[in-house]
Structure formats: C-alpha cells, structure tokens
C-alpha cells in the first residue's frame, strides 16, 4: 500500500478527491482540506506567523529570502518515521510549499528513497495534467484520468455560457500590502467565468503592482482573492488599508472577496468551484465564499 506525504495542501486534495485519503500518512502545516486528513502528523513549519498582517508577513518572507533561510521547513526525522513511498511537492512557489530541491535531498537520505512527485501546473491546463500523473503514480490511472476529465467538462460547461463579445474587464488581487495581482491558472478561471483578467494571462507569476498601475487599468470589477486567506480574513486586511491610491483604486468598481485559500490559490479540484464564484460575482450573486464588499 503506498504511504503518500503531501509537502503542499493542493496535492492533498489531489490524492484525498482521487480515492486515496487513506494512503495518507503526513501532510504540510497548511493543509485544511478535507476534514478527513487533519488528524494526520503536520511535516512542515514556518517562522512566520498566519495571523500576522499581510505587510508584516510580506516583510517576514522577504527576510527570510535575503537570509538564505527557509520559508517553510520540513521536518526530516518525522518524516523518516513514516516511512512514505511516496513524496509529494511542487516547483512553482518557494513560500507556498517545500522548495523543489529541499525535498529531492530528502528523498535522497531516506531508505528506502521514496518516489518524489513534483507538480509543476501553472495553467489550468497543467493541474488537470497534475492530477492524470498523481493518479498513475499513486496506481489509480483511471481515476486520475476521469477526475481530469470531469472537471475540465466543468469548466467547458461554465465557459459556454458566456459570449466572447460580452466580457467584462476583471482584476484580480492575491495580496494588498504590497499588492499583487494572481497570475498562473487565474487568468483561465476568469475566462471561464466570462471576464477578461486585466492583471496576468496564464501561466504567469503573480506580480507585484503598484495601486497607481492597478487604477489606470479601469478594471469593471476587482476580486479580492488573498493567498492562504478566507473571506472574513481578507475583510480585515482591507479595512487596514491606509494608501490613498489603493482607497481610489477600490472605490470605483464593485469588489468582491474571494476565499482564495479555498478556491484560488492551490491548484487542485475546488479551483473549479472558484470559477463557478467568479461567475457568481460576474452576475452579482454573493454565495458561500464570495462576498459583495460594501467598503469601511
């Protein structure tokens, strides 16, 4: 039976919505989702604290950078013990995970070494990829390719119902202080959706932006859809903004918050659910995880 340990909370859904929750033996400090997995022994750590500002945490993560020191740390000698035949981890963000070569050093120094399962989607196109190679490595080929499939049918489904001629112009933001706008498979939730994303096109980074740039862009709407935050966090960090471009900025079009930790910001099932929001806010319907914001 494999012995699975996800280094990052999407491929947890990966593996839990490809039948395999079972094969679970240790998971990332991030993972939340689904409830069936939170009992299972956390392999990772971070200095920075969660609940600390979006500043302050932006501040943390650039020191620890400029340190040469890790954002997130794994925890080798649980890891050991549990003896996983399987080593899940990414490549795209060194703060959202275990970086890519720390976790290849690992595998080299266990024994037996386990198979190391690098994600490397940046496009929606390429988590759908993720989750046909997870299946097949795991031994669920079929399941991987069905689940694949049944969310890209999804997402055609919700794409169809738009025309190209009638899409409004959307900015999304995964961070405010600096503000960034959400890059990688972003830009195709929002075309599913029906929008056009002002910010990005698929596959790229996510960019730091200034509030000046991000205004002249005369988005229609702006989703708020902060990195590893849900919606009543994200309510918080907007009423700390003080800028007075980023008040212009957000005082001219309608801004919904999004619960980027749910849906937007790891790759994985429910970032089909996340277009489905993106929709919803298009129609200007609030649902659980979206919400209309009505300012301080």
């Known amino acids: 039976m494999n012995r699975i340990v996800s280094l990052l909370p999407g491929a947890t859904e990966m593996v839990s919505a490809l039948g395999a ?17 939170q009992h299972l022994p956390r392999v990772t750590a971070t200095p920075i604290d969660p609940e600390e500002t979006g500043g302050r945490i932006d501040t943390a993560v650039r020191e620890l950078v400029a340190q040469g020191r890790p954002v997130i ?12 035949t399987h080593l899940i981890t990414q490549a795209l963000c060194d703060v959202c995970a275990v970086a890519e070569g720390a976790t290849w050093r690992l ?63 959307m900015l999304c933001l995964e961070w405010l202080d600096p503000p960034f706008t959400a ?14 994303d002002l910010g990005a096109v698929a596959g790229d980074h996510s960019a ?42 957000l005082s001219r079009v309608p801004v919904w918050i999004l619960d980027g930790n749910s849906y937007t910001s790891r790759p994985g099932p429910r970032l089909v659910d996340g277009a489905e929001r993106l929709a919803a806010a298009l129609e200007g319907r609030e649902m659980s995880g979206l919400k209309r914001w009505t300012g301080r």
């Open 21 to 37: 929750t079972a094969e679970l033996v240790g998971i990332s400090h991030e993972c939340d989702f689904p409830a069936e997995v």
């Open 73 to 84: 740390a794994v925890d080798a000698e649980l890891i050991r013990g549990l003896q996983p």
């Open 107 to 169: 595998a080299d120094v266990l024994d037996p070494a386990p198979a190391v399962l690098n994600l490397t989607g940046s496009t929606l196109h390429g988590v759908w990829r993720d989750i046909e190679l997870l299946g097949s490595a795991l031994g669920r080929a079929e399941a991987g390719r069905s689940l694949s499939a049944q969310l890209a049918g999804r997402m055609d489904a919700l794409a169809a119902r738009t025309t190209a001629d009638s899409r409004p112009r």
């Open 183 to 196: 890059g990688h498979w972003v830009p195709d939730l929002v075309r599913a959706a029906g929008a056009v």
């Open 208 to 249: 730091q932006r200034r509030w000046s740039d991000l205004r002249s862009m005369e988005p229609d709407l702006i989703v708020i859809m902060l990195c590893g935050m849900d919606v009543a966090r994200s309510e918080r960090e907007l009423a700390r903004l003080d800028d007075p471009d980023a008040l212009a900025a």
